[in-house]
């Protein structure tokens, strides 16, 4: 069992900056590939990026390519998703993801992970 708790959100202008941070409980961090996505009022949960357990593979959605990183600090039990250059279309709420466990690679579909955190709101004002 894991447990995943998100933090960092918050309101902010378009161009700011916010680093998410997800830490973990529970068993085998580093045995989870991870992931970040959000969730728009009225909008499907969408994908923005993924890592793989040892944080060498990353892959991003196209949307966010060059404004969002992800990583990972296995010794700490964290993931992060640093966001830079906000758009106002960023506004949703973040959600991470690990799994599946002793996944070797990255994920992209919601469907494959097994452990969400509550989520945490990111707003970006023009």
């Known amino acids: 069992q894991v447990q995943l708790v998100e933090s960092g959100g918050g309101l902010v202008q378009a161009g700011a900056s916010l680093r998410l941070s997800c830490a973990a409980s529970?068993?085998?961090?580093?045995?989870?590939?991870m992931a970040w996505f959000r969730q728009a009022p009225g909008k499907e949960r969408d994908f923005v990026a993924a890592?793989?357990?040892?944080?060498?593979?990353?892959y991003q959605a196209d949307s966010v390519k060059g404004r969002f990183t992800i990583s990972r600090d296995n010794a700490k039990n964290t993931a992060y998703l640093q966001m830079n250059s906000l758009k106002p279309e960023d506004t949703a709420v973040y959600y991470c993801?690990?799994?599946?466990?002793?996944?070797?690679?990255?994920?992209?579909?919601?469907?494959?992970?097994?452990?969400w955190g509550q989520g945490t709101q990111v707003t970006v004002s023009s």
């Open positions: 529970g068993r085998s961090f580093s045995s989870y590939p």
């Open positions: 890592i793989s357990w040892s944080g060498a593979n990353i």
């Open positions: 993801a690990a799994g599946p466990w002793g996944g070797t690679g990255y994920y992209i579909r919601t469907s494959e992970y097994t452990y």
